[in-house]
């Protein structure tokens, strides 16, 4: 575990992982900047600042021990100071305490993704938001470090592209484990459509790739980051009294016989 977590921390240093990093901050900003509440949690990746965008009054980074050693070369502004450490499978928050949860790269790197995710949603509360970014397979990159993998095990000399993090998640895996829990699927992107490289010249070269892929192959993206949000059966959230017009007070009319 803590080889996967120093391998993918010196890979977002290389040329093609500030490109997909400065993706996702992006895509962060942009999701959690109109979510409302009191409580943001961000697992893991204290090199990326997801909660930067968000108006919370308490927002936390927590890490985990392995994670937490690791230098910060570059510290990212506006992220919260490391408040605990905590692994993404056992959370010490109350059930139904916070209304945002990040997960950059978190299920990749967890132990079991599944008592994550289910963590997640047991800490999170009816309607609260959960943001999730990995890296697809089913794209260039993906494809490469298939390639690379495929010939390791052949006995050849194949070098990974990407980190070595075991088996990546798929996002229509991902979004059936959401929906197995609770969650509703509300949005998901794909980005990163430039050719798999290590030379930042190359990378940015193939930029016009970004455009097209976006419009003709969006699901093939390097990476992926998907909303969801926790929807509880039988609950329904109560309006305000005043957007209730008042009823008008009937009065008894006589009515008058002939008997």
Not at 48 to 71: C, I, S, T, V
Not at 109 to 125: C, T
Request: glycine letters at 10%; hydrophobic letters at 45%.
């Amino acid at each position: 575990m803590s080889g996967e977590i120093i391998g993918l921390h010196h890979w977002f240093a290389t040329p093609p992982g500030r490109y997909l990093l400065a993706w996702e901050q992006e895509r962060y900003d942009e999701l959690v900047a109109d979510v409302f509440g009191y409580h943001a949690l961000q697992l893991g990746m204290q090199g990326l600042a997801g909660l930067r965008a968000n108006r919370m009054p308490h927002r936390w980074l927590a890490l985990g021990a392995e994670e937490a050693q690791l230098p910060a070369d570059a510290p990212v502004p506006d992220t919260p100071a490391v408040s605990l450490l905590a692994e993404a499978v056992a959370l010490p928050f109350a059930e139904a305490s916070l209304d945002l949860v990040a997960m950059p790269h978190t299920l990749e790197l967890s132990i079991d993704p599944h008592a994550a995710l289910r963590e997640v949603y047991r800490v999170l509360m009816p309607e609260g938001r959960v943001v999730i970014s990995g890296l697809n397979p089913l794209s260039l990159w993906g494809l490469r470090q298939w390639r690379a993998r495929l010939y390791q095990r052949c006995g050849g000399g194949g070098r990974l592209y990407l980190p070595d993090m075991g088996e990546f998640i798929t996002p229509g895996r991902l979004r059936d484990w959401l929906r197995l829990l609770g969650f509703e699927l509300e949005s998901i992107s794909f980005g990163c459509y430039r050719p798999a490289s290590n030379s930042e010249r190359w990378l940015e070269h193939y930029g016009w790739m970004d455009g097209m892929g976006a419009r003709w192959w969006p699901i093939l993206g390097a990476a992926y980051v998907i909303v969801a949000a926790k929807r509880v059966q039988g609950m329904r959230l109560l309006e305000p009294s005043w957007r209730k017009a008042p009823k008008a007070a009937t009065a008894q009319v006589q009515v008058a016989r002939r008997h």
